[in-house]
């Protein structure tokens, strides 16, 4: 009989032995699961430089007269689309969405316009180039996420090459280096956290000079023209920004 009572005992012991840890884990609190990585938000802000390459629109205008006997000649306008190529450097502040920047950029332009009439058996005609072109100009844009809409604007200065007169006859000619202003606008879409790509139209207007013609007696000398000289730029841009 005893040794009976023995054995129910021991065999409790085990089996209360056996099902204590389960009980213990069941009271112990569950490990909290493991924080899942959160990618950084996009940020705009920091130094970046870049390429961009397009097509020019340029829109230029020749305005002339003598200063002799006849009192008008005709004004010249000419329109020619090109190539536009170079590159900028510029940098960012952000602000919640909002996006404040400088940009500075320089173009070499493959664009040149003409234009010719017949006056009174004369040839009249006039050529215009810009040879390049650079910009400073204020960006500000309203980021969602990886892209960016923006609004641009500043000063500009290009090298212009203009020139009218008869053939034959003299010249009159304005080769210099003009300032004005340019504004625009785009958008820009950030595809990893350093490289953005953008697409941008600005409209750049470098003023107008007034020159008197010089060269050999004939039609034309003496003659006042009034050169003006404007551009119409669409553009791809590629960055690498910090």
Do not use: C
């Amino acid at each position: 009989m005893m040794k009976k009572k023995g054995f129910l005992l021991a065999t409790a012991a085990t089996g209360a032995a056996a099902f204590a840890p389960g009980a213990m884990a069941a009271d112990m609190p569950l490990k909290a699961p493991a924080p899942v990585a959160v990618a950084p938000a996009a940020s705009w802000a920091g130094f970046y430089i870049g390429g961009h390459a397009g097509v020019a629109w340029h829109q230029a205008h020749a305005a002339s007269s003598y200063q002799g006997a006849l009192a008008l000649l005709p004004e010249l306008s000419a329109s020619k689309t090109g190539f536009i190529g170079g590159g900028q450097i510029g940098y960012n502040w952000q602000r919640g969405n909002f996006v404040f920047g400088l940009e500075a950029d320089g173009s070499w332009l493959s664009v040149k316009a003409g234009n010719q009439h017949n006056f009174f058996g004369y040839a009249f005609g006039a050529t215009h180039k810009i040879e390049w072109l650079s910009t400073v100009r204020g960006r500000f844009g309203l980021a969602v996420g990886d892209t960016m809409a923006y609004v641009t604007g500043g000063v500009a200065f290009g090298g212009v090459k203009n020139q009218v007169g008869f053939v034959p006859g003299a010249l009159t000619s304005d080769n210099d280096t003009r300032v004005g202003w340019a504004i625009g606008g785009g958008v820009e879409h950030m595809w990893t956290r350093n490289w953005t790509i953008a697409m941008e139209a600005l409209f750049v207007d470098l003023g107008s000079k007034t020159v008197t013609g010089t060269g050999s007696a004939g039609p034309g000398t003496g003659k006042t023209t009034k050169f003006s000289n404007q551009a119409v730029i669409g553009r791809l841009k590629v960055n690498y920004k910090w």
